[in-house]
């Protein structure tokens, strides 16, 4: 089966390398013609552990091509998946459908031949549907099916994800439809992984329904640690003891600054705008996307009420990214925090293993760019974890009280043991604990 996939950023082409991995043709579009040439020499325009090796295998096994030519590649396509961002519209938090439309279009006048039109992208109810309307009204004879097919795979770990998913959720019209998508995820099935087939509406709601479950669980053990820094108890054990709780589960049960990344915090406000539109409730997720924009105001007045004052105070910021194991610092609750502590006049200076070049594109000279982990704590007055990379877990506590010229350590994601930071003379402030 040949297999084009639109729009090559993180979903796009890890699915893309993974099904060439599962031994199919694939075509992969984008109109970014950097990031086709250096995916044509082999190299990954982003940072995601493992994937290059994956790529190189498959180029040599002459199973996967790059281009921005989307007319040929639709052509010879018997699965198009439309794989583009679908950020936050401006001003109104509806998901910003106009690349999934144009590119609609496109596929439209390309078509010849039975196609499946899959979305992977994360697109709101009746999305589906109006992409088969577009191709419908551009190309009255074009012979096709539409499905959903939404991607749940995480940064960091995308490529596991990807080869052995929790499920698969697919969205079909047609036994056609279905047949194909089974094809296509056959590898996956031998592994027993859960396909879920339903119609497109709830295929696309299941990714929705999903994200804002999780933001809401992160947000729950957040506001957790809140209450255990006022009666005195501790999170790691709060968290624990829930988790153990086969009904609740251990995952996403991490205190920290708040969630972000390119996901979560724009499909919780395109569920609430959908909601919105068809009166119906979720509360819910309304006050997780409210407290989670709070959450990032409230650590920066942690950080402040460590000091008298942090005007000129040197902070070395470890970790920018969202998460560890990725460079995507979209909506990575450092942006909110940095710029906190810059409006208070702190200078700050920052590393991150991956996330510096993404960085310096969002805050330019605003801030001081260190090479490593040590020559950003070398001498200065606070230390602020924001990224729970792992090169930073080995940090030990007599080495940070050495190389800093302070004594603050403002932990926000609980990466130290309290006793050792204590034993080593810090002021150690983590989340949710003393
Ligand atoms: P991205 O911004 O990294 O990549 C999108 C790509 O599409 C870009 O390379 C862009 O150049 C390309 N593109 C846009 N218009 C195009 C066009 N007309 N023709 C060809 N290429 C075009 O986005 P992403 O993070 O990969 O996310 C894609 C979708 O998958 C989104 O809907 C997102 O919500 C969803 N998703 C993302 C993740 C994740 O972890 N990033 C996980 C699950 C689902």
């Known amino acids: 089966m040949n297999i084009t996939i639109i729009g090559t950023g ?7 390398i993974c099904f060439a991995e599962f031994g199919f043709n694939i075509t992969c579009v984008d109109k970014e013609i950097k990031k086709i040439q250096k995916l ?9 552990p493992g994937l290059e090796v994956i790529l190189k295998r498959n180029i040599d096994a002459n199973r996967i091509t790059f281009t921005t030519e989307l007319e040929s590649a639709v052509r010879s396509a018997d699965i198009v998946f439309i794989a583009v961002g679908t950020p936050s519209r401006r001003g109104d938090g509806h998901a910003d459908l106009s690349f999934v439309f144009s590119v609609a279009k496109e596929i439209a006048k390309a078509i010849n031949g039975y196609t499946l039109v899959v979305t992977k992208s994360t697109v709101p109810v009746g999305t589906g549907n109006q992409v088969k309307q577009i191709i ?3 190309n009255y004879k074009a012979e096709f099916d539409i499905a959903s097919n939404p991607e749940f795979l995480r940064e960091g770990s995308a490529v596991e994800d990807f080869m052995r998913p929790d499920r698969v ?9 279905k047949k194909m998508m089974a094809a296509l995820y056959r590898p996956l099935f031998l592994l027993e992984t859960p396909i879920v087939y339903t119609s497109l509406e709830s295929a696309e709601l299941i990714k929705y329904a999903s994200n804002a479950f999780l933001a809401v669980k992160i947000s729950y053990i957040n506001q957790m640690a809140d209450l255990c820094e006022k009666v005195g108890a501790n999170i790691d054990d709060i968290a624990k003891g829930m988790g153990l709780d086969k009904r609740i589960g251990n995952k996403f049960l991490h205190t920290g600054p708040g969630y972000g990344g390119s996901c979560f915090p724009k499909d919780t406000l395109a569920l609430v705008k959908t909601a919105n539109e068809y009166k119906s409730e979720v509360s819910i997720v309304e006050q997780t996307i409210k407290y989670n924009d709070l959450r990032k105001k409230h650590m920066v007045k942690k950080i402040q009420s460590s000091v008298d004052s942090l005007s000129n105070k040197n902070i070395a910021i470890l970790g920018l990214s969202f998460k560890p194991e990725t460079d995507d610092m979209r909506e990575s609750p450092s942006i909110d925090i940095i710029n906190g502590l810059l409006n208070l006049n702190a200078n700050i200076f920052a590393y991150d293993p991956e996330a510096m070049n993404e960085a310096k594109k969002i805050f330019s000279d605003k801030i001081n760019y260190l090479q490593n982990t040590q020559e950003c704590i070398s001498g200065k007055d606070i230390l602020v ?9 080995a940090l030990s506590p007599p080495e940070i ?10 932990d926000l994601r609980n990466i130290f043991d309290s006793k050792s930071m204590f034993d080593a003379k810090l002021e150690y402030i ?3 604990k003393k």
């Open 10 to 16: 993180y979903v796009g082409l890890v699915s893309g």
């Open 40 to 48: 044509q020499d082999g190299k990954i325009p982003i940072y995601e």
């Open 136 to 138: 419908e009204k551009a």
């Open 169 to 177: 959720v697919v969205g079909v019209e047609t036994e056609r439809a």
């Open 385 to 393: 974890v924001l990224t729970e990379w792992n090169e930073f877990r």
């Open 401 to 410: 009280s050495k190389l800093m010229k302070g004594n603050i350590v403002i």
């Open 430 to 432: 983590p989340l949710g």
